[in-house]
């Protein structure tokens, strides 16, 4: 789940707590080309203000026009974008013949949706995956407790639709260099909620990052914290100082983070997991979990390619992609 879905509930529920009716739309299944992939969701007023996205541009346009126009007034609705969907809206045709399916719900401001709304909320910000099933015949929802992590995201079953729900993508940064810059960046542009962790002065006073958080304390002791690391998290360290890198990373192993990562050479890196070993005590499974050297092996020199690396690999253990199968 990506930080915008969060960003998306958080404005469905301001709109509805100051009585606005909303509509509230999510990507159910893709073929071919698709900018956002399934679960992603949008939500819009009836005057066309909107947070969120369904695809690379067209398909919002068409929606927000006519819902502008009075249509989807139904409580739920299955809509098809691309080809062999809309036959009367020809123009909306996505890249390489693809198909975009989308559910949407119109919302009006009673206490029931306010609720359901407060709780999809409190998941995405959250330590435990739901499953949100919605019903296309009368629109009722419900959320339930779910232990599964990975697997297919949206099904139908009879005529209820189930979409497993979770903490958003949290990437944690260790520590700020010229690396963890670009990665900052590259996270908060590929949905991440970016958390920057930098007790330095000197290192944080001229930091700047629409869309990520710092936090100036040290990473460890944040890392620690009950409550900021889930199994959607990852780690990631890259200042060159032990005191900062070591110590995260001693803590970052105690964690369900799906990713946790410390930048430096072969040498370098073998040097810090006998230190780990000998000095913070961990195990032999521990330091296997450490990405270290970090990232992908793509001959990057400067930072913003050291930081490309460093995200690709990232993104190929969320998708659960081995790397010899890259």
Known sequence: MQHLDTLVAEQAL???NEGETVWFCTVL?????????????????????????????????????????????????????????????????????????????RLTPDETNIRHMQDLLATLQGQQPMLRSVSLSDGSMQLTPTDTQGGQRIKTIGDRIHIRVGPAQRLIIAGLSSVSRYCAEFAVAMGYDVIVCEPREEEYQDFSCPGARLETLMP?????????????TAIVAMTHDPR?????????????????GVMGSRKTSDNRAARLMRS??????????IHMPIGLSLGSKTPAEIALAVMADMLRSMRGIERHAL
């Open 29 to 105: 299944s893709t073929f071919g080309s698709s900018p956002r992939e399934p679960g992603s969701t949008m939500v819009a007023r009836a005057n066309g203000q909107h947070t969120g996205s369904l695809s690379g541009g067209c398909v919002e346009d068409d929606f927000l026009e006519r819902l502008q126009q009075g249509e989807f007034a139904e409580r739920v609705r299955q809509e098809r974008y691309g080809e062999g969907g809309q036959s009367d809206r020809p123009q909306i045709q996505l890249p390489c013949g693809g198909l975009l399916d989308v559910l949407i719900e």
């Open 244 to 260: 900062i890198d070591d110590l995260a990373m001693i803590e970052a192993v105690k964690t369900r983070a799906f990713y946790i």
């Open 280 to 289: 913070g005590g961990l195990s032999a499974e521990q330091i296997e979990r």
């Open 220 to 232: 460890s002791a944040f890392i620690k914290r009950e409550g900021n690391v889930h199994a959607q």
């Open 14 to 16: 301001n709109w509805l």
